[in-house]
């Protein structure tokens, strides 16, 4: 079994535990990241035993582009892994130190860069050392592909997508009962509660007969929390995973009705998987990857509440969610669980 190293800015986030177990199938894995991310704070005992997780005391953790370590470095130099998986973007500085200090490894890029910010008008020249020297990029999906094409990727190094995942161990199929006859089909939300979300339409989706709101996440926007507590939805706080588990299994039909706005856009959409795998079908708006998960059938103009609201009458008879929710999780299992991610990743390096 080959030798790898991943090195990732989050990799002290408990809720991607399981990639990383995924991932030791296949590999004799070492997972690097950081004591410290943004405020945030990361301890090695919330793992398993089946890699080798090390986190070190960062340098300028403020921000994924300039957060370093010498001793990190140092660890990665002396390690006999053959190949180093770099989960950053190539314009960061991590990036650019491992290529530089690990000349005699394989490197691997996975990027999920989604726009030409900080492109430096393409005279990055360490970005441009870290295009030469990888061996592969992998990215998650095909507008993020051509971004790296723009900047300067050489096609012949583009591995394929992909995409974002989420556990299996985590969020589980229930056995989803038909909703009684005289009972509302319950509509979950689960992220920040700011208008770029598009959550405002939930006022209306509470005002449907027939339609419950539950909602939960970290209120960016508190006037648009306000008015959806006023209008009768119920609001389930901040999360972990088993939290949000519990909330999937719970509801009918996920939304995500995101809107597109000037500097963001729905890159992939993980609180989607995480539903249908938990059990509940999702529709989403048009914006970003969302169509590409949840599918045509269940997607809408975004910002439109005359189509949202055809599809919601159409989501309120139960067979039509049954047939969705069995849709998607086939979809979603081949393309979105960590363990198909990483036999992907196997079977390219």
């Known amino acids: 079994m080959d030798r790898l190293d991943l090195v990732w800015h989050e990799a002290g986030n408990p809720l991607y535990a399981d ?13 690097y990241g950081f004591t410290k991310f943004q405020g945030k704070t990361f301890d090695v005992d919330t793992y398993s035993d089946d890699y080798n997780l090390v986190l070190k005391s960062p340098i300028f953790s403020f921000h ?10 140092f660890s990665l130099m002396r390690s006999n892994s053959k190949y180093v998986y770099i989960h950053e973007e190539a314009h960061s500085l991590l990036a650019f130190l491992i290529c530089l200090l690990c000349r005699n490894k394989v490197l691997i890029l996975d990027s999920a860069v989604i726009n030409n910010r900080l492109s430096f008008f393409g005279f990055n020249f360490m970005e441009r050392y870290v295009y030469k020297r990888v061996s592969g990029f992998f990215y998650r999906n095909e507008d993020v592909r051509n971004v790296l094409i723009e900047r300067g990727v050489n096609k012949k190094k583009l591995l394929g997508v992909l995409g974002n995942g989420v556990s299996l161990k985590t969020f589980t199929k229930a056995n989803k009962q038909p909703r009684a006859s005289d009972g509302p089909v319950i509509v979950g939300f689960a992220g920040r509660v700011w208008k770029w979300k598009g959550v405002e339409c939930l006022v209306d989706i509470q005002n449907m007969d027939g339609f419950q709101v539950n909602y939960c996440g970290p209120i960016v926007d508190e006037y648009i929390h306000e008015a959806l507590l006023a209008s009768g939805a119920k609001y389930f706080g901040m999360l972990d995973k088993n ?4 909330f999937y299994s719970s509801i009918d039909l996920f939304i995500l009705p995101s809107l597109p706005a000037p500097n963001w856009k729905e890159q992939f959409g993980r609180v989607i998987v995480e539903s249908v795998f938990s059990g509940a079908p999702a529709i989403g708006s048009d914006t970003g990857f969302i169509p590409k998960l949840v599918g045509a059938e269940a997607s809408y103009r975004a910002g439109d509440l005359h189509d949202l609201k055809k599809l919601l009458v159409k989501y309120y008879n139960s067979d039509e969610r049954m047939l969705l929710l069995n849709k998607q999780y086939a979809c979603m299992l081949e393309l979105y669980s960590w363990e198909s991610i990483a036999k992907k990743v196997r079977l390219s390096l």
Do not use: C, H, K, P
């Open 64 to 73: 994924w582009l300039t957060v370093f370590s010498f001793s990190l470095m």
């Open 19 to 31: 990639r990383f177990s995924a991932l030791s199938e296949y590999f004799d894995i070492n997972v």
């Open 243 to 246: 939290g949000l588990q519990e």
